[in-house]
């Protein structure tokens, strides 16, 4: 049994406040309070993402931004703008079809929220996670690419060669940008020994050093492969293509207005700090802090109670944190840089990415073999990345292997 | 009352497999037959999910909803003409589905009921919840070339063939590529020329 | 095994997508203006562009037959709107060549600063307008921060930001007023800078190569024989500018001016001010050396406005006399084409002897340049067609008058 199932599931827990016969309850409670949870934290980030993006590209443009919603900040604009495309008219072009153009927009957010059932936010009590899989990465994988699926319904059901245009292009880039991503995961997930995303976040636990981005050379390439990879995929500048504004209108979002294109902005931030988080548990240790502090301060799981709680919790804002950068560094690049166009994409992922991935694979694994435990942990080893890799434990000498020890002794 | 949760959601999942399944298959429409094909293999992936199989269930969707479906999606969407748009089936092709579909179901059923029992030895032992199901562990060393299940083998006779699925792995990733190369061959176009020159030295279409 | 035999009259071809005839505009964001494309295109890959123009077709030239010449001005501020000043100084010599009218000194002098700063202002709004078209949405609102500043001077000169009418027939409406040459010099004091940060995030930035390089390429000959002018024909090597080469009534405006002209010469661009070195991708006429010519072009109107504000300290005061709405003009015609920012813009004036024109014409610039875009985008894919319209710098209200 794994270790975790020593930790009750909520679904447990909340049985126990409830009458014999209102039992089947719990697991609905538990359902419904995971699916909340994650819910709000996509869509507060995707609001939260709105103003900021929109402040930070005013700043780097040399004006304002917002400033008059909700105070000096403008911090309301979100929700002025969430009211104002809840209520506009719901327009559906005459040789649109019908059923492909309702429903693109709720595939895309489906896919784009479900990447967050996997991903674990703290690492004591067996993970804050809705759903602790120990495929994790491979599932964030897979359903992240299920997103194309709403922007091919929504560009061929739009009707219009501009949108079906758009919709072609991110389709091919998405889908090829897919195989680069996933080489890029795979190499921390090599290192971790698991794609169990509370395992690998766990493994980083002793101060910004044993982050794998500092494992080895390969794995800090890496990263940069990664961001490369994951900006193409959730379709951000460079490589936002399909959402053209100055080549298509808005791409495969052409026809699109009020509450349906508010679901496709919901699903592109949501994917945006989907991949940042997935890129600050495999890279940057997720929630562990650049020092372990939370230990210095007893705030483990060892501790029990309040205490671990607040550890977890410290934890959470840990990772949220780093996830906003990575999404700040998105929208950084979006505002500065030119687009790519699509025969340029293409190239930089057959021709740059997917070697250089598949170079950084072999350099991880060579360096693994021959140097356990990691370029610092190379002079200081890691007990559990040794013992993985197969080196001798920490404070024993190397055994000499056993024929050659008994021919000694027999001479 | 007690619900089992598990039971619930396992009829859900597949009802809705059956129900796409069913909607490919009456749709006239070819495009949205693509998108009920998504449905359903979206829900065959749910039900390997509900059986513990995690790893075939995030197979199923990266490999065949991920990528199949998305290839397939892609090019009913750029090669539908105004005919496809809405496909009919003629009453004698009704006829002949419902036979072969008929007598297929009718066979998958009569093995379905005919197993004694469906679950494996030791998963009657506990009450093992799915999240502790086997892990791809197996699997993967398998394809690199070590089986380490044949070990718990009791009978000498079937430890053999340590050497895993590395092999067949090699020939059918090959195998496939010779597969795409030649229907990328044999797809080109090939149009007869259109008499570029006629016997009395005049090209075509030109009035005098 | 049975070999197939090979039927000669079987030609093989690789998969044959269909044609698709896409329209661009005449609502679009990066159509210039009210342009309308149809491409002709083969997958990705165009192999036709046919633009549809008039839609800003204002009939500005049948109304000159029926005003004085100097209540025409207005009319050729509506044009290239983006640089109304060089607008009004090309009609306004033109009738001066018809009149014989030589303007004052100082006069001379403000036609030369103000043209040079509106030559800045239309030069940014191209650069920026060329990063939008690319996906850089920055360096527009840079771009078009500065142009502001411009914009503000105009509006302390003259009273309008877009429409000026300063420039007139006879010299020009009002003299600087008190403390303008200081926020003229403070304004390029600040600007010089700022160019450096376009060059950095535009003209040496990878991607920007990557998307103008070798795209759009026009040679010397086309340009010449479909009459493309200004940083078009410059791109493409052609050293030809008419403040230095027109004729002598154009030409005489800048008499006394140093300033270099932008083409590259023997294989490099004049040496001035510190710029970014070409990348080797290039190739001579293509969108970047377009995009580049119009950056360095800034950099002379930007010593020629100094030059202009030091000759204006030292030029006796007087602007002169705008010219009479009653002014007969002499029978007889004249023709005379500027160095407008977007190329030489070419205004006629017919004249029966009476007041008003018997024929006002403009040859516009854009027009010509745009004349060749089919050329530019054969064979290039979808993508480039803004890059190219881009960077042929047109204004459709030069083009439909």
């Keep these: 049994m794994p270790e975790y199932h020593q930790y009750p599931s909520l679904a447990e827990f909340v049985s126990t406040f409830l009458p014999e016969s209102w039992g089947w309850l719990a697991y609905v409670l538990a359902a419904l309070v995971h699916v909340a949870l994650l819910l709000v934290l996509a869509l507060t980030v995707a609001a939260a993402s ?23 900040f403008g911090w309301l604009q979100s929700v002025a703008d969430g009211i104002k495309l809840l209520t506009k008219e719901d327009l559906i072009p005459r040789e649109a079809d019908g059923l492909l153009f309702r429903l693109a927009p709720y595939l895309s957010f489906c896919a784009s929220f479900s990447i ?44 219009s060669k501009w949108s079906l245009f758009g919709a072609m292009r991110e389709a091919a880039q998405v889908v090829s940008y897919e195989v680069p991503l996933a080489l890029a995961a795979l190499i921390p997930v090599m290192v971790a020994g698991s794609m169990d995303l509370v395992r690998i976040g766990n ?14 050379p390969f794995t800090f390439l890496t990263f940069f492969v990664y961001l490369t990879c994951a900006v193409a995929s959730v379709n951000r500048a460079p490589f936002d293509l399909p959402e053209a504004e100055s080549e298509l209108v808005a791409g495969f979002m052409t026809e699109y207005s009020g509450f349906r294109w508010s679901l496709f902005f919901m699903a592109e931030y949501a994917s945006m700090f989907a991949v940042s988080v997935l890129a600050a548990i495999l890279f940057f240790g997720g929630w562990n802090g ?39 560094v998105m929208m950084w690049l979006r505002w500065t840089l030119p687009r790519l166009r699509i025969d340029q994409v293409m190239t930089v992922c057959l021709k740059y990415c997917i070697p250089v991935a598949a170079a950084m694979l072999l350099g991880a694994m060579v360096w693994c073999y021959a140097l356990p435990g990691g370029l610092v942990r190379a002079v200081r080893p890691h007990p559990e990345a040794a013992a993985r890799w197969g080196a001798p434990p920490v404070d024993q000498p190397p055994h000499p292997p056993a024929a050659l020890a008994a021919g000694k002794g027999g001479r | 009352m007690q619900i089992c949760w598990h039971s619930f959601f396992f009829l859900l999942v597949a009802l809705v497999a059956c129900w796409f399944a069913l909607a490919v298959v009456v749709s006239s429409n070819i495009v949205r037959m693509a998108l009920y094909l998504v449905g359903c293999l979206g829900a065959v992936a749910g039900l390997f999910f509900l059986a513990g199989a995690d790893f075939l269930g995030g197979l199923q969707l990266m490999i065949y909803v991920g990528g199949t479906l998305v290839l397939l999606a892609f090019g009913v969407m750029l090669t539908s003409r105004s005919q496809f748009v809405s496909m009919k089936t003629g009453a004698a092709q009704w006829v002949l589905a419902v036979i072969v579909g008929g007598s297929l179901l009718a066979v998958l059923l009569q093995g379905a009921f005919s197993v004694a029992r469906w679950a494996p030895p030791d998963a009657l032992a506990g009450d093992r919840p799915p999240q502790s199901a086997p892990t791809a562990g197996a699997l993967g060393l398998g394809l690199v070339g070590v089986r380490p299940d044949k070990l718990d083998q009791e009978q000498e006779r079937l430890r053999e063939g340590m050497a895993g699925y590395l092999l067949p792995f090699e020939v059918i990733s090959v195998h496939l590529v010779v597969v795409l190369v030649g229907a990328a061959y044999l797809a080109r176009a090939r149009r007869r020329i259109a008499a570029a020159t006629r016997p009395d030295g005049e090209p075509p279409g030109s009035s005098t | 095994m049975v070999l197939e035999r090979v039927d000669p009259e079987l030609a ?55 005003l004085a010449a100097r209540q025409w001005i207005p ?68 771009c078009f921060r500065e142009r502001e500043k411009i914009l503000d001077l105009f509006e302390r000169v003259c009273g309008a930001r877009l429409t000026y009418s300063y420039i007139t027939i006879g ?26 940060d376009l060059h950095a995030l535009l003209t040496s930035n990878a991607i920007l190569i990557h998307r103008t390089a070798g795209i759009g390429v026009l040679s010397p000959e086309m340009a010449v024989s479909y009459g493309c002018t200004g940083p078009v024909l410059r791109a493409s090597g052609v050293n030809w500018d008419l403040r230095r080469d027109g004729e002598p009534w154009c030409t005489r405006t800048y008499v006394g001016y140093k300033f270099e002209v932008i083409a590259e010469t023997d294989g490099r661009y004049p040496q001035d001010a510190p710029y970014p070195p070409v990348p080797s991708a290039v190739v001579l006429g293509d969108c970047w050396h377009r995009f580049y010519v119009r950056m360095l072009e800034v950099v002379q109107s930007v010593k020629l406005a100094r030059q202009a504000m030091d000759y204006y300290r030292k030029s006796p005061p007087g602007v002169g006399e705008p ?43 854009s027009f010509c340049n745009l004349s060749v875009v089919s050329e530019l985008c054969r064979g290039c894919l979808i993508a480039d067609v803004p890059a190219i319209v881009g960077s042929l710098d047109i204004v459709l209200g030069e083009i439909d008058r």
């Design chain 1, 203 to 216: 493994l980083q636990k002793d101060g910004f050093w044993d982050w794998l981005i500092f494992h080895d």
């Design chain 1, 116 to 159: 967050y059932l996997a991903l674990p936010f703290a690492g004591g009590a067996g993970g804050w996670v809705a759903q602790r899989l120990n495929i994790a990465v491979f599932f964030v994988l897979a359903v992240a690419g299920l997103e194309v699926f709403g922007v091919i319904l929504a560009g061929y059901g739009s009707g």
């Design chain 1, 290 to 328: 650049p020092l372990p502090l939370a230990e210095w301060l007893g705030l483990t799981q060892s501790h029990g109670g309040l205490a671990a709680y607040a550890g977890n919790f410290l934890g959470m804002c840990n990772l949220l944190a780093k996830s906003y950068l990575g999404v700040i």
């Design chain 1, 50 to 72: 709105n103003w900021f993006e929109r402040k930070v590209s005013a700043r780097m443009q040399d004006r304002l931004g917002p400033t008059r919603v909700g105070g000096r």
């Design chain 3, 171 to 196: 010299g020009v409406m009002a003299d600087l007023p008190r403390g303008w040459l200081d926020e003229c010099e403070a304004f390029l004091v600040s600007f010089e800078p700022v160019i450096d």
């Design chain 3, 323 to 365: 010219l009479r709405l009653v002014q007969k003009l002499p029978k007889g015609e004249a023709y005379l084409e500027t160095e407008a920012p977007k190329g030489q813009m070419g205004f006629m004036v017919v004249s029966d002897g009476t007041t008003v024109p018997w024929r006002a014409r403009a040859r516009s610039s």
């Design chain 3, 75 to 142: 009319y050729t501020d509506r044009m290239d709107y983006l640089a109304g000043m060089n607008m009004n100084l090309g009609w306004a010599l033109t009738v001066e060549k018809l009149l014989g009218l030589e303007v004052p000194e100082r006069a001379r002098h403000l036609r030369v600063l103000i043209a040079e700063l509106n030559r800045i202002a239309s030069h940014l709004v191209a650069a920026g307008t060329y990063g939008l078209d690319l996906g850089s949405f920055t360096p527009f609102v840079h």
């Design chain 3, 12 to 66: 093989e071809f690789d998969v044959h997508t269909d044609e698709l005839l896409v329209n661009m505009g005449p609502q679009h964001p990066s159509t210039h203006g009210v342009l309308r494309l149809v491409l002709r295109t083969d997958g990705e890959v165009v192999k036709e562009v046919i633009p549809h123009i008039g839609y800003l077709h204002r009939c500005a030239e049948k109304i000159g037959e029926n």
